[in-house]
Nanobody, 124 residues
Framework: QVQLVESGGGLVQAGGALKLSCVASGGTFGSYAMAWFRQAPGKEREFVATISWVGGSTYYADSVKGRFTISRDNAKNTVYLQMNSLKPEDTAVYYC?????????????????WGKGTLVTVSS
C-alpha cells in the first residue's frame, strides 16, 4: 500500500509561482509512474501532468504546457510540480497519484493510489 502526502499549496496572485511536493511511502517509489491531477469546485478531476518511473518521459495537459513542470527525486521518494505564470483558472485542489504503468494523458479512474490533495488558490 502506497501513501501519498501533498504539500505546498496556498494563496498566490495571478502571475505568481508555487511548487507542490508529494512524498510517497509504503512502496518502491521508482516502480510507479506519478501524476498530478486537479479538481476545481463543481468540476470533474482533470489530468495535469505525468512523469515516468525514472523521469525520462513527461506529458502535460495543454492547459498547463509551458507553465508547469513535473519532476521527481527517487532518492527522496518525492514528485514535484513547479507551477509558474499562475492564472485564476488554475485554482483547484491538486492531487498526486501513482500508477505502475506510465501512460500519456492518464485517466483518474486508472490510477492506483491517491493523496488527499493540497489547495491552490490564484487570485486575480
Amino acid at each position: 500500500q502506497v501513501q501519498l502526502v501533498e504539500s505546498g499549496g496556498g494563496l498566490v496572485q495571478a502571475g505568481g509561482a508555487l511548487k507542490l511536493s508529494c512524498v510517497a511511502s509504503g512502496g518502491t517509489f521508482g516502480s510507479y509512474a506519478m501524476a498530478w491531477f486537479r479538481q476545481a469546485p463543481g468540476k470533474e478531476r482533470e489530468f495535469v501532468a505525468t512523469i515516468s518511473w525514472v523521469g525520462g518521459s513527461t506529458y502535460y495537459a495543454d492547459s498547463v504546457k509551458g507553465r508547469f513542470t513535473i519532476s521527481r527525486d527517487n532518492a527522496k521518494n518525492t514528485v514535484y510540480l513547479q507551477m509558474n505564470s499562475l492564472k485564476p483558472e488554475d485554482t483547484a485542489v491538486y492531487y498526486c497519484a501513482a500508477d505502475r504503468n506510465y501512460k500519456k494523458d492518464p485517466q483518474a479512474d486508472g490510477m492506483d493510489y491517491w493523496g488527499k490533495g493540497t489547495l491552490v488558490t490564484v487570485s486575480s
